[in-house]
């Protein structure tokens, strides 16, 4: 049975990913849509994959998303995968009903550097916020979870990595400005992310067993 405080926690938790996901979604549609900047992750090789092989993004991204999420369901556990799944129905719903209702146009297209800026410090915000509470907004976010602890590269610069690869392949439909563009806003993103998702996170330090202990211990002078 959930405590009052469990409840307080479970509420805290949901609206900082709620937060996280309306600046992805506000960020996504006022500032790259409207702007024509790339995307990075599994939306970039959806469009690509829209591109090459004439396959809609919708299900060229549920392809992708699901196995991913299936293995970080086995390794990082239910929760993660919990959240990861509001959260990723959160960004949708907020994108759907911005792309549908928002009458607000930020008009940036003379000025890609100031869009490339804001769209990297807003999107490695939210996305940052919503890693710090637990969980994900999608498929490609979850791989770069996983990669980031296997290889002990912060969290940020797998999320660079990973967009970066994805953005050159996208030159073949994108143009070459925009795309650079989008690349600056994927490497501040990263920087923000990390900062975000890590800031006054205290590591666990590493106890070893008893046994390691003793083994690891020096032994006396007078010992043989």
């Known amino acids: 049975m959930r ?6 926690n479970l509420m805290y938790t949901m609206t900082a990913m709620l937060f996280g996901t309306f600046l992805l979604a506000f960020t996504y549609y006022h500032i790259n849509f409207q702007n024509h900047l790339s995307e990075g992750g599994f939306m970039g090789l959806a469009l690509l994959g829209k591109y090459v092989l004439d396959i809609p993004p919708a299900l ?9 999420l299936v293995i970080a369901w086995f390794i990082k556990g239910h929760k993660f995968i ?4 509001i959260a990723s129905g959160m960004f949708s719903f907020f994108y759907a009903i911005m792309e549908q209702y928002s009458p ?4 940036l297209n003379h000025n890609l550097l100031t869009a490339a800026i804001l769209s990297g410090v807003l999107t ?22 996983l990669v980031s602890e296997w290889s002990g590269l912060k969290v ?6 990973m967009d970066a690869v994805v953005l050159l392949l996208s030159l073949f439909y994108m143009p070459l400005i925009e795309t650079l563009y989008t690349i600056l806003a994927v490497s501040i993103a990263g920087q923000m992310i990390t900062v975000t998702a890590t800031y006054g996170v ?4 590493v106890r070893l067993k008893p046994s390691k202990v003793a083994k690891a211990a020096p032994q006396s002078v007078g010992s043989r």
């Open 3 to 8: 405590t009052r405080k469990d409840i307080i």
């Open 60 to 68: 060229s991204m549920l392809l992708m998303d699901i196995p991913m």
């Open 82 to 85: 919990i959240n990861t799944m």
């Open 104 to 107: 607000l146009v930020i008009e």
């Open 124 to 145: 490695g915000f939210g996305a940052g916020i919503v890693l710090r509470y637990g969980g994900a907004t999608g498929g490609d976010d979850a791989v770069a979870v």
């Open 156 to 161: 940020g610069t797998v999320f660079f990595l």
């Open 202 to 205: 205290e590591k666990k330090p």
